[in-house]
């Protein structure tokens, strides 16, 4: 009967074990019975932070303490039918020596103790192929909390990047640096961004760009391969306008979109401003009666209550080059304040049509 009764203790024993064991594969506690005048395993490896169980199965033991590394904890404790278990959670790295004060001799072990290499991934929050002058933001994506992180790209540092996640502008090969609390470092998957260039959008005139119909100025972009354009006149886009040219012949605000078809990327030129010069636009009746005192050394009071709502009043040399506006806001605007001597066409216009053309002439 007592041979019977050791075989099924044994056999209880070993599937408690398996169970243990089982259990020990999925989480960060290393289980050590003790049992037979031993600990098993007697020897092994556990990360910093782990917890290290010893399980009693038989007999009469403790788990004591040897050596150990500097400002480690000490331990002493039974491991008996009384007290089964007993936990301990290793604070620094080192090896740690222990034995059974009962049995000095017979039951001795020891485990040491490792920094692991800390888990780190880093994902995108958008696409990582974009055009100049956009962003994608690369964050940490898996590996817990770190005490420090530091970015690299093509596997150089970048200045000041010492975050979970960077916004990024430029290409190249990103990835994240971290290390842990117990000083490991370990380098995140490689994330490639790529940043495609802005078509050029340069606009040049053939001529002066203050005319008067039947003349025309043409209008030229630079011409890119493989690129696609659509001019616009007061930001409204012009039918049929989707050449590198535009033959020009009323006033108003030109721009041309250049778009790249391989990337998508467009880039919007500079406005280039087309003003009316024809010489009947300065014989008016009213010429000598809405502005006054006119030759002024100062300013001229410009009265345009009589005038459709015009909502601009520009000041242009003779030469066609526009000096300075004003926006109308008043029936009265004093204009020419800040003039040099010379002779200048004010011209009062609304939606780019000129209503009024005021020869003012600024003395000393």
């Known amino acids: 009967m007592k041979t019977i009764y050791k075989r099924i203790l044994k056999i209880s024993s070993t599937v408690v074990l398996l169970f243990l064991f089982a259990l020990a594969s999925k989480a960060t506690i290393q289980i050590v019975t003790v049992q037979n005048f031993s600990f098993s395993p007697s020897s092994f490896t556990v990360n910093l932070g782990d917890t290290v169980k010893w399980v009693w199965v038989d007999g009469g033991h403790t788990t004591t303490s040897t050596s150990i590394p500097?400002?480690?904890?000490s331990w002493d404790s039974q491991i008996n039918s009384g007290n089964t278990t007993f936990k301990y959670v290793p604070s620094v790295v080192g090896t740690y020596n222990y034995h059974c004060a009962i049995h000095p001799t017979t039951m001795i072990g020891s485990f040491s103790v490792v920094c692991a290499t800390p888990d780190i991934s880093i994902s995108a929050d958008g696409p990582k192929t974009f055009c100049s002058?956009?962003?994608?933001?690369?964050?940490q994506s898996a590996g817990g909390n770190f005490t420090s992180y530091q970015w690299q790209n093509n596997g150089s540092?970048?200045?000041g990047a010492t975050n979970n996640s960077l916004t990024?502008?430029?290409?190249g090969d990103y990835t994240l640096v971290v290390t842990n609390s117990c000083g490991a470092q370990n380098t995140s998957n490689s994330i490639n961004v790529t940043v495609n260039k802005l078509p050029k959008a340069d606009v040049?005139?053939?001529?002066p760009?203050?005319?008067?119909p039947p003349q025309t100025v043409t209008l030229s972009v630079t011409t890119t391969s493989g690129a696609?354009?659509?001019?616009?006149?007061?930001?409204?886009?012009i039918a049929g306008?989707?050449?590198p040219t535009l033959d020009v012949s009323k006033a108003g605000n030109y721009t041309v979109t250049v778009i790249k078809t391989s990337t998508g990327c467009s880039k919007t030129s500079k406005k280039v401003v087309v003003s009316s010069a024809c010489k009947d636009e300065s014989v008016n009746p009213l010429t000598e009666t809405i502005g006054y005192p006119n030759p002024t050394s100062d300013f001229m009071n410009l009265n345009i209550q009589s005038l459709d709502h015009p909502d601009v009043i520009n000041v242009y040399d003779l030469s066609g080059k526009l000096i300075t506006s004003y926006q109308v806001i008043n029936t009265e605007i004093k204009v020419g304040e800040n003039l040099l001597p010379g002779i200048y066409l004010v011209k009062i216009e609304k939606n780019n049509t000129v209503l009024q053309t005021v020869k003012l002439v600024k003395t000393k």
Do not use: D, H, R
């Open 209 to 212: 760009i203050t005319i008067c």
């Open 70 to 73: 500097a400002g480690a904890t």
């Open 204 to 207: 040049t005139p053939s001529g």
């Open 133 to 139: 002058g956009g962003s994608v933001t690369l964050s």
């Open 168 to 171: 990024v502008t430029k290409k």
């Open 228 to 237: 696609t354009y659509q001019w616009y006149k007061n930001n409204n886009p």
């Open 157 to 159: 540092n970048i200045a």
């Open 241 to 243: 306008a989707t050449n």
